[in-house]
Nanobody, 122 residues
């Protein structure tokens, strides 16, 4: 069983920055692939970014603005979000894929956090 706890969401003006954190339980955290997804009101959950042993990949909508990193010593991943836009407003979810694929497909992730709200005002 893996528990994920996100933090760092909030309200920010367009053009601003936020850093989301996700702390995971588990003794083999370094082998997990981790992902960030988001869901805006009335929309389906969508892929934001993933990190695995092969590297990182990003949705086109956030490429160049968001940076995904991890600190295996702290069992924590981070999503640095810069140049935020109102369309980035959503609940952001951290997810863990114990098989390490780093896929953009939500179905491969076995564990999910509770989500953290990000609101970007115009």
């Amino acid at each position: 069983q893996v528990q994920l706890v996100e933090s760092g969401g909030g309200l920010v003006q367009a053009g601003g920055s936020l850093r989301l954190s996700c702390k995971a339980s588990g003794r083999t955290f370094s082998t997990y692939a981790m992902g960030w997804f988001r869901q805006a009101p009335g929309k389906e959950r969508e892929f934001v970014a993933a990190i695995s042993w092969t590297g990182t990949n990003y949705a086109d909508s956030v490429k160049g603005r968001f940076t995904f990193s991890r600190d295996n010593a702290k069992n924590t991943v981070y999503l640095q979000m810069n140049s935020l836009k109102p369309e980035d407003t959503a609940v952001y979810y951290c997810a863990a894929d114990l098989r390490g694929s780093g896929s953009s497909r939500s179905g491969v992730y076995e564990y999910w956090g509770q989500g953290t709200q990000v609101t970007v005002s115009s």
